[in-house]
């Protein structure tokens, strides 16, 4: 009678072992794009190169823009996104293009007054290549200066290469799908909230969807990353954004995100951003805190000096779109007869529709919301099945 239970217990321990094994292959032997150099060195000798990078452009402890002048790469061109090539701009913060101070190459920024570089500019190179970690959730506007800067290289007819990076949320595919009369730069395509690619799986599908809305054929090519597996945590090395400071940040940025719609701070001017809610009129919960500016992160925070109460999120386990904050915080709201979606507009431009904002509006639960974007999803998931890299597990 003691067969049954010797095998449970050590198909569990197998099973919890192989678990460890992939969780220690996917967080110790992966290997980004970047840190793949035979196979993309060889394409960029004698050639005139563009980068599309940030702060999280490194291999090893080092920068992809050092590594690259090391070994002889001719960049011409450093391209930012939001946040600056450095990382230390607040978001929203626009900035002018300049040189950089330590290499002496020009910095084209590409969250200033144009998204997308002109075509004489991008005539000087000869390929264009995009290394930036993303988060897998559709308003980090990351992919949407990807989407441009592919539009761009197809219409200068030079190739665009993707090192890509593992998605920490790549585990999951929830929230409504895009609409198109909601399209903005924080939702270019019409993808769900947490679609679950990685950039260069999201980067084939723009181009064999034809989202790029061009008449001439992209040249992308990808390094793929290797024994990455879509289905584990993946711990990010470095920080992607000023207020994504931690994997905490990154698992409820996109149910904390909806926030920036409504007069409740989510913990910009603090040290821990998308980890806490609170209000100073409206309060849930008697955790408080104080939002402060802090400069290259949040210059000017919602709620700036007055005391916050709400909730600690710091250890809360968090996996995916979680609709209950928002749905409590408006419940809280309207017992007080406040008005909680103060930015409608952006609210929608978040969600990529205006269902979720009117379902909310109209008392629905979290279970009723969900249930309208389960077709959408399916059709998302058969859509995007000749884009993968990965296993879809």
């Not at 395509?189 to 723009?206: C, D, N």
Request: hydrophobic share 40%.
């Amino acid at each position: 009678m003691l067969v049954k239970p010797l095998l449970l217990i050590t198909w569990l321990s197998l099973l919890n072992l192989s678990y460890c094994y992939a969780n220690l292959a996917n967080d110790d032997n992966v290997v980004v794009g970047a840190e793949q150099f035979k196979h993309y060195l060889p394409t960029l000798e004698g050639k005139r190169v563009g980068l599309v990078v940030n702060q999280t452009s490194r291999v090893m402890n080092e920068h992809l823009v050092d590594v690259l002048l090391q070994k002889n790469i001719d960049i011409k061109m450093i391209f930012s996104p939001e946040h600056g090539f450095r990382g230390n701009k607040d978001a929203g913060e626009k900035f002018d293009s300049s040189l950089d101070v330590k290499t002496g190459i020009p910095l084209i920024s590409l969250y200033g007054k144009n998204k997308k570089p002109s075509l004489t500019t991008l005539k000087q190179l000869d390929i264009i290549i995009f290394d930036i970690q993303d988060v897998g959730v559709r308003f980090y506007t990351y992919i949407s200066t990807m989407h441009y800067m592919m539009a761009a290289a197809a219409e200068a007819e030079i190739p665009f290469l993707v090192l890509d990076r593992p998605n920490p949320n790549g585990r999951f595919v929830d929230g409504p799908v895009l609409e198109k009369a909601y399209r903005s730069f924080v939702g270019l395509h019409p993808i769900p909230l947490l679609h679950g690619m990685t950039v260069a799986e999201l980067a084939r599908m723009i181009k064999g969807e034809a989202w790029l809305e061009t008449t001439k054929t992209l040249k992308l090519s990808v390094v793929k990353v290797k024994n990455y597996q879509r289905h584990l945590p993946y711990s990010l090395p470095i920080k992607p954004s000023p207020n994504l400071p931690n994997d905490q940040s990154i698992a409820l940025y996109p149910s904390l995100a909806f926030f920036e719609a409504t007069p409740v701070s989510i913990g910009r001017g603090t040290h821990f951003p998308f980890q806490v809610i609170g209000h100073d009129k409206v309060v849930k919960g008697d955790f408080s805190f104080s939002p402060i500016s802090i400069p290259g992160a949040a210059s000017k925070p919602k709620l700036q000096g007055k005391t916050l109460y709400g909730e600690d999120l710091r250890q809360v386990n968090s996996n995916g779109l979680d609709l209950s904050y928002l749905l409590a915080w408006y419940k809280a709201f309207h017992l007080q007869q406040s008005r909680f979606f103060n930015s409608p507009k952006f609210m929608d431009k978040l969600s990529g529709t205006d269902k979720l904002r009117k379902a909310i509006l109209a008392g629905k639960s979290g279970v009723e919301i969900r249930e309208t974007w389960q077709a959408d999803l399916q059709r998302f998931k058969q859509k995007r099945k000749p884009y993968l890299l990965y296993p879809d597990y």
